[in-house]
Structure formats: C-alpha cells, structure tokens
C-alpha cells in the first residue's frame, strides 16, 4: 500500500524537476566570450595602457595593434604598445572587459565602459 501512495508523489516530483530543467535550459544564454570584443577589437578599440598611464581612456590607433590571448588591442603610441607587452597582465581589463553585474547576470554589457 505505501509504495503505491507514493508512485503519484514521485510522478509529480519528476514533473516539477523534469519542467525547471526545460525552463532554466530555455531561459539560459549563449556562452559568453572570454574577452570583450567587438569587431574583434578587445575593449572596443581603446587603449588599455592609457587607463593606468592617463588615467582615462585614448582611442588606440590601427597602427599600434597586437593580438594578445585572440583578442586584438589597440594602443595611442608604440610606447603603450610596448608597455603592454612587458608585462599584458598588468594592463588587461578585469573580467574580460565586461560589466561585472552583466556576467554575474550572465549578460553582455550593452553600453560602451570606455565612457566611465
């Protein structure tokens, strides 16, 4: 008799967890890329030396380019460049360029960091 009292509870439990799986599968994103890049320009194209430098953000000049990790950053002179490549920890922006409340919604930042 208890083994078939609980058959209809275990078939409703199966439903509610079968039912969370589908809505969370649904309702999940696509994976979001280790770097920020847009156009294949890591931070949007910004220089990421002149943060540390300037304290603000510079266009980086097409001129001044180098691939770091599959992103491509972009620096305001050759000394910024040459900075970055001494040490490209130091300069890479944290979380990947992303918003920190974006990722930890599992969201890509719409608006452009380099503006703050």
């Known amino acids: 008799m208890i083994g078939f009292s609980l058959t209809p ?3 409703i ?3 509610c967890l079968l039912s969370l799986f589908v809505s969370g599968a649904a309702l999940a994103g ?3 890329a280790p770097v920020n890049s847009e156009h294949g320009l890591a931070i949007k194209g910004y220089d990421p030396v002149s943060y540390f430098i300037t304290g603000k953000p510079m266009p980086g000049l ?3 380019s180098t691939t770091y990790k599959g992103a491509t ?3 305001a002179s050759a000394e910024n460049r040459n900075r970055f490549l001494a040490a490209p920890e130091q ?3 944290q979380y990947g360029g992303y918003c920190a409340y974006a990722i930890l919604q599992n969201l890509r930042s719409r608006r ?3 503006r703050y």
């Open 30 to 32: 696509s994976p979001i």
């Open 91 to 93: 300069f890479l922006p």
């Open 9 to 11: 509870f275990r078939q």
């Open 112 to 114: 452009g960091f380099a």
């Open 62 to 64: 097409a001129q001044f």
């Open 13 to 15: 439990f199966a439903i």
């Open 73 to 75: 950053y972009r620096y």
